[in-house]
């Protein structure tokens, strides 16, 4: 069940994720007290510690604040990128289990005109894969490359004898 859904702003961004008042109704908050611990788990399967704060005194005002700046940077999230947050029901009445998935808003052109809500899935796997490539890669050129000059080297030995 999704508890809300955000456009991030250069707060979220900077310093912490502010959520909706009504999302509290979800988030079991222990009695008299103002903070609980999440863990959260992406669509990558990583779990991701937030802790959701709120004011003692007056409205509430919640937000993530310990560990969100982490999986902000981690995800490279900017402004006006989405974040959604859900609940995972629970049938057997164990403890809640939460997801978070961000997703970037990226502008395309298509005949001529951009169109702004187009979404793709931000990952860490893929780009740790891609970069894995292509460190392989280039080992791979310069076995390649050594082998070549070496194969050049026993060639002009072979020559002057």
């Known amino acids: 069940m999704e508890i809300f859904s955000k456009l991030l702003t250069e707060t979220d961004i900077k310093a912490r994720l502010t959520v909706p008042t009504d999302a509290l109704a979800h988030i079991n908050i222990p009695g008299g007290g103002n903070k609980v611990d999440l863990s959260p788990m992406d669509s990558d399967g990583n779990r991701w510690p937030f802790r959701c704060y709120t004011r003692l005194n007056g409205h509430p005002k919640?937000?993530?604040?310990?560990?969100?700046?982490?999986?902000?940077?981690?995800?490279?999230?900017?402004?006006?990128?989405?974040?959604?947050?859900?609940?995972?029901e629970d049938e057997a009445g164990g403890a809640p289990q939460y997801r978070i998935h961000a997703s970037r808003l990226r502008a395309i052109t298509l005949m001529g005109a951009e169109v702004e809500d187009t979404e793709f899935k931000t990952t860490q796997n893929e780009a740790a894969t891609t970069k894995k490539k292509e460190e392989a890669l280039e080992e791979l050129k310069r076995m390649v490359i050594g082998e070549r000059v070496a194969t050049r080297r026993r060639r002009r030995r072979q020559w002057w004898r």
């Open 62 to 88: 919640p937000a993530f604040t310990t560990g969100w700046l982490d999986f902000v940077r981690a995800k490279g999230l900017q402004i006006g990128d989405k974040v959604t947050f859900s609940r995972l």
